[in-house]
């Protein structure tokens, strides 16, 4: 079974080349306008979607809610067209749904400007300024829908496995290449990627079975599924769903198990070996319980091959076919780096978020972390564990400056929770340092009101010009110092008591 | 009511007056964290209705945004939400933009001196009638946005009729954005930047002008748009206290009182948003900005009266005065309950749930260790 994703901007010659492709391989064609008319069929208002995606526009919860269901949709749909044999797809951004399936061909197909504006003179019968101008705003549009919908950047070259320039080369050429490249062992789905899809198709089954259901479809979910376990999580703002749930989803086929948390934001916790019983694990489920969030494990096993740049060839092909999202056991599957017993204690105490088992490099744990999840923290604990003391520090650190850049959200190691963002002595000392200084600051600004007004007024003795400098400064000094002091109180304050 | 005013700018500062700065800036605060905007909206008409000159009420709030914004953009930049280089384009004008209000507002107060109360009432007057024009708008859409969004089935946000009229304008030269991924015209930028400094400068209230201009006419993801203003703000403010405290209109009195609610507020104020519906909080916003601009409306016949452009009963100004205080703490106290027993009730409820599905996974798993050991038996 393979998939292969070409990824086509207007007028560049990308469907040809799909369609070429297509029959060379002799396996069928799946485009975006057979998806988009399952959609519509499905009852989701694309054209509203696609307008407002490409509008400089607020985004309301009902927009959200519709393109949560046109996301679940297509995902499905691509799946269950997946699951019946090769395809070739040929869209904007299928790949970006598929997102954590490996062993995917995905490829950029580029044509050449003038070869465009003057496809785009024919077919509309303009000139050529106003060719040049709509292939332009058809450009932005896709951008922005690639942004919006998946949160990447559409031209971002790290997106695609290989980006085919048609300007010089025949694209019935570029279709002999690309049959070639798909023999490759990377782009044959693996035991390991065939399950990750099972796992996408079963959670965007769910989805979108919440989507159409009367009680459900106005609340905002996110749902994981591992081993046939959907973990579904909501926003205390649609608590009054909680019921439904399991009504919706129980007559799925393939669920074992239904998990649900209520949670507001998620924490996503990186890995080598789970423990329950750990310190980080109860420091964890503090900080999610304060958040009211939900817990979202990764157990990450870096590649042997990750960090040594040689490899020999029997290595690296060994590797090739385990990089990835990975669990190639079908049957009784172990409990590896003790996960699933740490998602069954999350699950008691309703935090789970799920979880999953990423092996290679840094990169596939990157493109395993869905763009669409908003994460409030992401915890790094021990990993690197084959590694000397300082290598794991260091690998560790890179490894947190790499998501915090790419993913946006703080990122800590384990070691760091407790001072970052669970109340301890330090805290403790903080807020009474800090207290102490505000309450004397107050105490001497309040009890001493006619000369802090005088000073105020500028209207003591010296120059006026040089008085009223002098107290412009001393405003603008001292203003930032009793805002932070007294900001520092008010988030102690807040910490201690859970809130902050 | 004409209050004794130290100095020529300050009131007088009792226990009971000092209460009430605190409650403002609490509620304030909360109202800035639910509708993540300033909260000058509410604080600056209620320090005037204290009896605080309209030009020391906007520098003292202009000062207390300094240090909040200083506070809270180095979190917003930390999760990459600040486009600097947009906002540094900003800055210029918007300094101009303060400039030209603080001239004005100090002009006014000035001017006024030989009839007004405190030498105030012109300034009042005018800080008042901005206040309302801006703040009717703002609270209108809003509601008709609310309005809009339950009536209809297809809602697909705010009205962009401007927008996308000044997307078809062609207006070069163009400057790129890369953190919020835009590119914008360098006249609407230098606009956008007047506008925002002028307001923030007049009646403290600039975020509602820059934040919804980010977001609708630059088309900015809503987290970086909230992130830039919040870091102009910080300039913003840094100028607006400066120039306020070289007048003398900076009473750090006041700031100081404010930062004691507002920065407990608005930790409450984000919980909310939390829990309480999208278009809850846009009918919270609305009402509670509308009855602050009727409230005002209410105090401005006494500035007419002072400026002797009406003809007025002066013991009619304590039935103004209180009235105008009366309906703005209302407006503010009965928001502030509404998202606190939101708050509560949702809190409530999550604990209720949580303890159920704790429960439920509870049985749940004994039940699957006890299929477990059957099955294994």
Redesign the interface.
């Known amino acids: 079974m393979q998939i292969i994703c070409v990824s086509r901007g207007s007028l560049s010659r990308g469907k040809e080349l799909a369609q070429l492709l297509a029959q060379k391989l002799d396996y069928p064609l799946l485009s975006r306008e057979d998806l988009i008319e399952a959609a519509i069929k499905e009852g989701i208002?694309v054209g509203?979607l696609e307008?407002?995606m490409m509008?400089?526009?607020?985004?309301?919860?009902?927009?959200a809610r519709e393109r949560d269901h046109y996301l679940a949709f297509s995902t499905s749909y691509l799946c269950s067209k997946i699951l019946e044999g090769p395809l070739v797809y040929h869209g904007r951004t299928g790949h970006l749904l598929l997102q954590g399936v490996g062993n995917l061909l995905r490829v950029r197909v580029l044509a050449d400007p003038e070869y465009r504006i003057a496809a785009a003179m024919r077919s509309l019968g303009v000139d050529r300024d106003k060719a040049h101008r709509y292939l332009e705003q058809v450009e932005e549009d896709r951008r922005?829908w690639a942004?919006f919908m998946y949160g990447v950047?559409w031209e971002d070259a790290s997106q695609y496995d290989v980006i085919v320039n048609v300007e010089q080369m025949n694209v019935a050429n570029a279709a002999s290449a690309l049959v070639t490249m798909a023999q490759l062992p990377d782009f044959q789905m693996t035991p390991a990627a065939r399950k990750a899809m099972d796992d996408l198709h079963l959670s965007a089954r769910a989805r979108v079975l919440l989507a159409r259901d009367e009680h459900t479809y106005r609340a905002g979910f996110s749902v994981k599924a591992h081993h046939g376990v959907l973990t579904v999580t909501y926003?205390?703002?649609d608590?009054e769903v909680?019921d439904h749930i399991q009504r919706v989803l129980a007559e799925l086929e393939g669920v074992q198990?239904i998990?649900?948390?209520?949670a507001?934001t998620n924490i996503l916790w990186v890995q080598e070996t789970f423990d329950p019983a750990s310190e980080t694990f109860d420091e964890v489920v503090e900080i999610a319980k304060k958040w009211?969030a939900a817990v979202e494990l990764v157990h990450f096993a870096p590649g042997e091959g990750a960090e040594e740049a040689t490899a020999d060839l029997a290595e690296d092909d060994q590797r090739m076919v385990a990089a990835g999202i990975e669990e190639d056991v079908e049957e009784e599957v172990p409990d590896q780096g003790g996960l699933r017993a740490t998602l069954?204690e999350l699950?008691?105490?309703?935090r789970s978020g799920g979880g999953r088992y990423v092996h290679g490099e840094r990169s596939h744990l990157l493109a395993s972390c869905c763009n669409a999840v908003p994460y409030s923290l992401v915890v790094i604990g021990s990993l690197f564990l084959g590694k000397g003391s300082s290598a794991k520090l260091r690998m560790t650190r890179e490894l947190q400056d790499l998501i915090g850049s790419r993913m946006?959200?703080?990122v800590v190691t384990a070691d760091e929770l407790r001072s970052h963002y669970l109340f301890g002595t330090r805290d403790a000392l903080r807020l009474a340092g800090f207290l102490v200084l505000v309450l004397v600051?107050?105490f001497l600004?309040?009890t001493n009101?006619?000369p802090?007004?005088?000073f105020?007024?500028?209207?003591w003795t010296g120059g006026k010009t040089l008085n009223?400098?002098i107290?412009?400064?001393?405003?603008?000094l001292?203003?930032?110092v009793?805002?932070?002091s007294?900001?520092s109180v008010?988030r102690s304050?807040?910490k201690l008591i859970k809130?902050? | 009511m004409e209050s004794v005013l130290?100095?020529?700018?300050?009131i007088t500062?009792d226990l009971f007056v000092?209460a009430q700065v605190v409650v403002l800036g609490l509620i304030g605060g909360i109202l800035s964290g639910f509708i993540g905007s300033g909260g000058a909206f509410f604080m600056t008409p209620g320090m005037m209705n204290l009896g605080v000159p309209g030009v020391v009420a906007v520098g003292s709030n202009i000062?207390?945004k300094?240090?909040?914004a200083?506070?809270g953009s180095r979190k917003h930049s930390?999760?990459?939400?600040v486009d600097k280089r947009m906002g540094l384009y900003l800055i210029v004008t918007s300094f101009i933009g303060i400039q030209i209000a603080v001239w004005i507002n100090s002009t006014l107060f000035e001017g006024a001196d030989a009839h007004g109360s405190g030498g105030s009432a012109a300034a009042d007057l005018y800080i008042s009638a901005v206040f309302i024009c801006i703040l009717s708008l703002v609270a209108i859409s809003m509601l008709r946005d609310a309005q809009r969004?339950s009536s209809s089935a297809?809602?697909?946000?705010?009205s962009?009729r401007i927008?996308?009229f000044l997307?078809r304008l062609r207006l070069p030269p163009y400057i790129s954005f890369p953190i919020a991924?835009?590119r914008v015209s360098l006249w609407i930028l230098m606009l956008v930047g007047l506008a925002t400094g002028y307001l923030a400068g007049t009646i403290g209230v600039g975020g509602f002008v820059g934040v919804p201009c980010m977001?609708?006419?630059?088309?900015?993801p809503?987290a970086v748009a909230a992130g830039t203003e919040l870091y102009l703000a910080m300039f913003m403010g840094?100028w607006g206290?400066?120039?306020y405290?070289?007048?003398?209109f900076?009473?750090?009195?006041l700031?100081?009182l404010l930062?004691?609610g507002s920065?407990?507020g608005i930790?409450i104020g984000v919980?909310g948003t939390?829990?309480?519906?999208?278009?809850l909080i846009r009918i919270v916003t609305g009402v509670v900005i509308l009855l602050c601009v009727v409230s005002r409306a209410v105090a401005v016949p006494v500035y007419l009266r002072q400026l002797g452009w009406v003809d007025m009963d002066p013991k009619w100004d304590v039935y103004c005065n209180v009235g105008s205080k009366v309906m703005l703490f209302a407006a503010g106290i009965s928001g502030c309950l509404l998202i606190l027993y939101h708050v509560l009730k949702?809190y409530r409820?999550?604990l209720r749930?949580?303890h159920r599905?704790?429960e439920a996974?509870?049985g749940?798993?004994e039940r699957s260790h006890e299929y477990a050991a059957t099955s294994t038996g």
């Open positions: 208002q509203k307008t407002s509008k400089p526009r607020a985004f309301s919860e009902r927009l922005n942004r950047s926003l205390p703002k608590m909680a198990d998990r649900c948390t209520m507001t009211n069954d699950a008691k105490l309703g946006k959200v703080p600051v107050y600004v309040l009101q006619e802090v007004l005088r105020l007024s500028g209207t009223k400098l107290v412009a400064v001393s405003v603008f001292f203003v930032p009793i805002a932070y007294y900001g008010a304050v807040m809130m902050e | 130290l100095y020529e700018h300050f500062l000092a000062t207390h300094f240090g909040k200083m506070v930390e999760l990459g939400n969004s297809d809602n697909t946000g705010p962009m927008a996308n997307a991924d835009v977001i609708y006419v630059f088309g900015m809503t840094g206290a400066l120039n405290a070289i007048q003398g900076v009473d750090i009195r700031t100081m930062y004691l920065l407990i930790y919980y939390k829990v309480v519906k999208e278009i949702s409820r999550r749930l949580q599905l704790v996974r509870g749940a798993s």
